[in-house]
T-cell receptor
Framework: EPEVTQTPSHQVTQMGQEVILRCVPI?????FYWYRQILGQKVEFLVS????????KSEIFDDQFSVERPDGSNFTLKIRSTKLEDSAMYFC????????????FGPGTRLLVL | DAKTTQPPSMDCAEGRAANLPCNHS???????VYWYRQIHSQGPQYIIH???NNETNEMASLIITEDRKSSTLILPHATLRDTAVYYC??????????????FGQGTELSVKP
């Protein structure tokens, strides 16, 4: 069964450094999402992406965050200058199309900012 | 989107049916009930969804009351691997919401031997 993959599985970084989290959505899926989950808290929506542009973003997704689909297969989340409070699990998800709304999630990247 | 209320935790004996309730008393006519689960910090996994009719798939059954104000997810023969946090999410279709999921705290189901 096709699946969403994410790399790396774990990332440790120093505060102020840039990180790029990578996702490979299921091929032929058209809509892509990033969520995060701070330890012990709810899964929170960050951003949705379609047709090479952001469709919607949450209040969490400020100017420090950006997303990109650089090559038609990868979908990346960049945090420009990490803060301690960015430490969380980051999940990528994708759906096939409108009307096929089952979201398939990746296994997540655990980001730790020191 | 309508708010959902779920018990924070439940236990179930292995091999027995797990019945997970969800209250969504403010649900509107065009809102669906979705269930996802998250096994120990893995990515959430889709289980099932429905509008007003009961639904069944290979993982579970979804029973929605006639007034649609509550629903129950049924895992017919729970196994230890079903231990997870189960999320009931009420939302409209993609056309109105763009596909994002709004997660609550969910129900932590512990399946015990």
């Amino acid at each position: 069964e096709p699946e969403v993959t994410q790399t790396p599985s774990h990332q440790v970084t120093q505060m102020g450094q840039e990180v790029i989290l990578r996702c490979v959505p299921i091929s032929n899926h058209l809509y892509f999402y990033w969520y995060r989950q701070i330890l012990g808290q709810k899964v929170e929506f960050l951003v949705s992406f379609y047709n090479n542009e952001i469709s919607e973003k949450s209040e969490i997704f400020d100017d420090q965050f950006s997303v990109e689909r650089p090559d038609g297969s990868n979908f990346t989340l960049k945090i420009r200058s990490t803060k301690l409070e960015d430490s969380a699990m980051y999940f990528c998800a994708s759906i096939l199309d409108r009307g096929q709304e089952t979201q398939y999630f990746g296994p997540g990247t655990r980001l730790l900012v020191l | 989107d309508a708010k959902t209320t779920q018990p924070p935790s439940m236990d179930c004996a292995e091999g027995r049916a797990a019945n997970l309730p969800c209250n969504h008393s403010t649900i509107s006519g065009n809102e669906y009930v979705y269930w996802y689960r998250q096994i120990h910090s893995q990515g959430p996994q889709y289980i099932i969804h429905g509008l007003k009719n009961n639904e069944t798939n290979e993982m579970a059954s979804l029973i929605i009351t006639e007034d649609r104000k509550s629903s129950t997810l049924i895992l017919p023969h729970a196994t230890l691997r079903d231990t997870a946090v189960y999320y009931c999410i009420v939302r409209t279709t993609f056309y109105n919401q763009g596909g994002k999921l709004i997660f609550g705290q969910g129900t932590e189901l512990s399946v015990k031997p």
